[in-house]
């Protein structure tokens, strides 16, 4: 064999194609990152998840406009904000952007891919739960500059967060599978602004009348922000029935969307 030959076959063999899909791994994350970034991006979701808490924190904190009772008014508003956040990027964020996802094709392409659809919907997840990170990051140093002192256990702080993901992210993937994507932006913004009136992330669920203020307990973002206020505020211990309303929903949630979720 000549040495032009050689080099030939050598190269043939370093260059040659390799089929098949990446490992699993490989491609949620890439998804997962592709999803952050088109996320971040977004105008509208920016405003949710990151402009109307850190107004809400800093208005409400420094303007002495609702009761929340004694003590500083940070204390009681930091977990509801933070609990806010949680909403507005699980249900809120991902039901519109997987609604017109969902409306434009997206998902019915990738569908197709390799990527198999349970790791488009973790891809998904992760990055929501990325996103949820620098939320509460962001939301924390403000509240640290506004005199907020925190308290209670950063495991149950932890587990309500991630019991709200889940529920919120459930909810918002069932809202998304199931209407349009214009009833679906429509529905998802009027439930965020419904729940942040009543849901006690600002008005404390007393200053309702008693039988609306023990259905609204019910909700996901009331046990979420009440949860995160007993440990965070008071210092309690592990808030094991705002912790198990959330779990119920979040089984509800994600059971739903997993029956009755369509790609097309």
Avoid: C
Avoid at 16 to 41: F, H, N, V, Y
Avoid at 85 to 102: H, K, L, N, P, Y
Avoid at 161 to 175: E, K, P, Q, R, Y
């Amino acid at each position: 064999m000549s040495v032009s030959e050689s080099a030939r076959t050598s190269t043939a063999k370093t260059y040659a194609p390799k089929p098949g899909a990446a490992p699993l791994s490989r491609m949620i994350g890439a998804q997962a990152a592709l999803e952050t970034r088109m996320l971040l991006r977004n105008g509208e979701q920016l405003l949710l998840t990151v402009v109307i808490p850190t107004l809400l924190l800093t208005l409400f904190s420094t303007v002495d406009i609702v009761d929340t009772g004694s003590g500083e008014a940070v204390d009681f508003l930091a977990p509801g904000v933070l609990a806010l956040a949680v909403m507005s990027t699980a249900f809120t964020g991902q039901a519109i952007a997987t609604g017109f996802e969902r409306r434009y094709g997206v998902l019915k392409r990738l569908a197709s891919s390799p990527l198999p659809r349970w790791g488009l919907m973790a891809a998904k997840t992760l990055s929501v739960l990325v996103t949820e990170i620098l939320q509460v990051v962001l939301l924390t140093v403000i509240a640290f500059a506004l005199g907020w002192s925190p308290h209670g256990n950063p495991l149950a702080v932890l587990l309500l967060l991630v019991l709200g993901t889940a529920a919120f992210s459930g909810l918002g993937l069932l809202m998304a599978g199931t209407l349009k994507a214009e009833a679906t932006l429509a529905a998802a913004n009027l439930v965020f602004l419904l729940l942040l009136v009543g849901g006690g992330v600002i008005v404390p669920l007393d200053r309702f009348p008693e039988a609306a203020g023990t259905v609204l307990g019910l909700l996901p973002i009331s046990a979420l922000s009440d949860g995160l206020r007993s440990v965070l505020q008071h210092g309690a211990g592990m808030p094991w029935g705002d912790l198990g309303i959330l779990g119920a929903w979040a089984v509800l949630g994600l059971g739903a969307a997993a029956r009755f979720f369509r790609w097309e």
